[in-house]
């Protein structure tokens, strides 16, 4: 669903709207507890100084309502952006280095990591069996992207050195002299 109708979604008289469409109760009282759970969710990684205390509590409730996906809709894709609400908003935002941003999982982020999954599926996985191709691939993305992981790494962040002036920083293009 676009953004913008997505983000129109969680206006209450959407949501009383939407959940009107739907003629079985049992459904319409599961979907309505998610969606109370995801509008508590969103106001946590959507806010730029969320409440400590929601924070605290929003692994916890994160979880619940990926329980509650998986028991009660089976059928409901899970798209990484999904995955990354649950598991990671928390880790992110209680990062002891800074606040936190949660601009990781925008759609740029996303877009970086389906460019990584094909860098990851051309040079470093099994080529002989799909299966365990695809095995290697995650195993290797699950490393790339651990935040443990990457906070003890010694990779640095590349540093652009200008062929003119032989400066680091910046590059021939945005040059100066």
């Not at 050195?161 to 920083?169: A, F, H, K, V």
């Amino acid at each position: 669903m676009p953004g913008n109708f997505a983000r129109d979604l969680f206006n209450q008289t959407k949501v009383d709207n939407f959940l009107s469409l739907i003629p079985d109760e049992d459904r319409k009282q599961k979907l309505k507890e998610i969606l109370k759970i995801f509008v508590c969710l969103r106001k946590v990684y959507r806010s730029t100084h969320p409440n400590q205390e929601d924070v605290c509590l929003y692994k916890d409730k994160a979880v619940k309502m990926g329980r509650l996906l998986l028991v009660n809709f089976t059928y409901v894709g899970w798209p990484n952006y999904l995955h990354k609400i649950i598991k990671h908003v928390q880790e992110i935002i209680q990062d002891p280095e800074g606040p936190g941003a949660v601009g990781t999982i925008s759609g740029e982020g996303n877009e970086a990591a389906n460019k990584l999954f094909r860098e990851l599926r051309g040079h470093f996985s099994r080529k002989t069996d799909e299966s365990q191709s695809l095995k290697d691939i995650i195993w290797y993305h699950w490393l790339y992207t651990s935040p443990k992981l990457r906070r003890i790494s010694h990779v640095k962040a590349r540093k652009y050195q200008c062929s003119n002036c032989n400066e680091l920083g910046h590059n021939a293009r945005s040059c100066q002299r």
